[in-house]
């Protein structure tokens, strides 16, 4: 059965901090997704990553993806408070693009 | 802009009624899907379809049925509510992936939380 891990599964930060959030699954894939949810919103998708060595950044977000290790990589720079949200990662482990498995998410709290 | 929309927000049933949940997209996706989401468990996905008509268990579909007889519709019925049902139900469309080297994202709306007493 795959698995899809996210550590730390709750992370309280202090703005200006950098931060690396963890995502570790079980079986092949060379598609990989990361998504932001706020509290009482829906997901919202935040990168795309396709490929060994994929690296993606976003203003203060980096997303990178190690299909050899099954790891992915969210790393924040330098926090802010508008960063505070849930992040999700899921993992494609179909041929059409249409089954994502998903980590449990990862709650983000940055304080002032 | 990309669109997902479900029909309610909210939603109290008691146990035994059937329920529908409804999702409209406006992207002209192929793909669509249902997922439960509770704290701690991430999403699950419940049932996927990728054209009319089509359909295809999810990791958790016990319990739940779906119809899709429009390309932009997808419905989710729970035949006989249950409380253990009580969750956030998430809809979500995306294109189909149909050549090796591409990826698409998949699209959320808004959620629906039904309560199920």
Redesign the interface.
């Known amino acids: 059965e795959l698995k899809?891990e996210q550590n730390p599964?709750f992370l309280s930060m202090q703005e200006g901090k950098n931060y690396t959030i963890y995502c570790n699954y079980s079986t092949t894939s060379d598609?990989l997704?990361w998504?932001r949810q706020d509290p009482g919103?829906?997901?919202?998708?935040l990168f795309?990553?396709?490929?060994n060595g994929a690296v993606k950044q976003e203003g203060r977000l980096m997303a990178s993806l190690d299909t050899k290790a099954r790891l992915s990589t969210l790393h924040i720079t330098a926090a802010v408070h508008d960063l505070s949200a849930t992040y999700?990662c899921?993992v494609?482990i179909?041929?059409?693009?249409?089954?994502?498995?998903?980590?449990?998410?990862t709650i983000l709290r940055v304080k002032s | 802009d990309v669109k997902v929309t479900q029909s309610s927000r909210y939603l109290v049933k008691r146990t035994g009624e059937k329920v529908f949940l409804e999702c409209v997209q406006d992207m002209d996706h192929e793909n669509m899907f249902w997922y439960r989401q509770d704290p701690g468990l991430g999403l699950r996905l419940i049932y996927f379809s990728y054209d009319v008509k089509m359909k295809e268990k999810g990791d958790i579909p016990e319990g739940y049925s779906v119809s899709r007889e429009k390309k932009e519709r997808f419905s989710l019925i729970l035949e006989s509510a249950s409380t253990n049902q009580t969750s956030m139900y998430l809809c979500a469309s995306s294109l189909i992936t149909r050549l090796a080297g591409t990826a698409y994202e998949q699209y959320f709306g808004p959620g629906t939380r039904l309560t199920v007493t």
């Not at chain 1, 795309?48 to 490929?51: F, H, I, Q, R, T």
């Not at chain 1, 179909?94 to 998410?105: R, T």
């Open positions: 899809v599964l598609r997704y998504y919103k829906s997901l919202e998708s795309v990553l396709l490929s999700f899921a494609d179909s041929e059409y693009g249409n089954k994502l498995v998903f980590g449990a998410g």
